[in-house]
Structure formats: structure tokens, C-alpha cells
């Protein structure tokens, strides 16, 4: 009876240590994630995202940090580079349009393979880009693009996160 309750109570010691070690590693890393990002993320150019709608009911700035933070927290834990990825991940769709309307307005029906120069054009204008971010920024769309793949890890896991936060995105509308 007496080794049931210590070991009930380990157990239970053991559960609320691991959640309060999780819960330090999401704050910390949650922080560390915005320090990385905040002067993409309140670039006056980079909030008008926000004016147009992309996945559901998400705008193309929500998709965009989401997609940042998915590469920020995967690219960290196996050791890659994760402030790279965070920023590419959150210029990655800097097209600067309502994609719902575009192929009307202009004419140009391939938004889905055009797009990531166009964010690219735009990135590059405001910011100072290097090769991972360029690759992320460039290739996220693959296999859409095709030859236009990624050459980086960090750009692989774009092509990842990008679709698994388009999904959620989509699926809660
Ligand atoms: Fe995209
Ligand atoms: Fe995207």
C-alpha cells in the first residue's frame, strides 16, 4: 500500500515537472521566436498582409507567422537554422494581393507558381535576405513549382509547414 502511494506520487511529481518544463521551453521559445522576427513582423509593408484574406478565414499575415513559427521551433530542434527559417517563413508569401481575385484582375492564372518571386521581389526590396531565406522564400511552393525546389534544409521544411498551416488554416472555416 505504502510503495502504491510513493510511487503515485512520484509519478504525479514527475507529470507536473514535465509540464512546467514544457511550459518554460514553449515561453522561452516563443520568445526567443518574436526577438528573431519583430522587425519583419512590424515592417509597415509586411502588415498590409493583413488586408488580404488567404487560407479560411486566416489573412496572408496570420498564415505567414504561423508558417514562422512551425520553421522556427522545427528548424531549432534539430539543430538547424531556425532564425533564418523563422524570417524566410515570414516573408514567404509578401505577394501583396488577394489571390482569390488576382487571376480576374491581371489575367495571371498561375498564382500558385508565380507567387513566391513576387514575395521574393518584394522581400528582397525591404530586406536583407540571405541564401536560406532566399531558398525558402523562392521554393516553399514545391512541388508546385516543379524544378523550383528547395536547396536548403530550412527551404524543405518550408515546403512542410507551409502546407500543414494551409491545411489547418483551410479545414477551420
Ligand atoms: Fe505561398
Ligand atoms: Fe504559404
Given at each position: 500500500m505504502f510503495i502504491m502511494r510513493l510511487k503515485n506520487k512520484l509519478l504525479t511529481n514527475l507529470r507536473r515537472e514535465t509540464k512546467e518544463v514544457k511550459q518554460d521551453l514553449r515561453r522561452d521559445w516563443g520568445e526567443d521566436f518574436y526577438e528573431c522576427i519583430k522587425d519583419i513582423a512590424e515592417h509597415p509593408v509586411v502588415l498590409r498582409m493583413k488586408l488580404y484574406p488567404h487560407h479560411g478565414h486566416t489573412n496572408c499575415y496570420q498564415h505567414c507567422l504561423h508558417v514562422a513559427y512551425y520553421n522556427y521551433v522545427l528548424c531549432r530542434f534539430f539543430q538547424l537554422d531556425a532564425r533564418s527559417a523563422a524570417r524566410g517563413g515570414m516573408l514567404h508569401?509578401?505577394?501583396?494581393?488577394?489571390w482569390h481575385t488576382h487571376a480576374a484582375r491581371?489575367?495571371?492564372?498561375?498564382h500558385g507558381m508565380t507567387h513566391p518571386a513576387c514575395a521574393h521581389k518584394h522581400a528582397k526590396k525591404f530586406f536583407e535576405l540571405n541564401h536560406i531565406q532566399e531558398d525558402v522564400i523562392k521554393n516553399h511552393m514545391w512541388p508546385v513549382t516543379l524544378?523550383?525546389?528547395?536547396?536548403t534544409k530550412e527551404g524543405w521544411i518550408t515546403t512542410l509547414t507551409d502546407k500543414y498551416c494551409g491545411t489547418l488554416e483551410t479545414s477551420q472555416r
Open positions: 508569401d509578401l505577394f501583396l494581393y488577394d491581371t489575367g495571371d492564372h498561375f524544378f523550383h525546389f528547395p536547396r
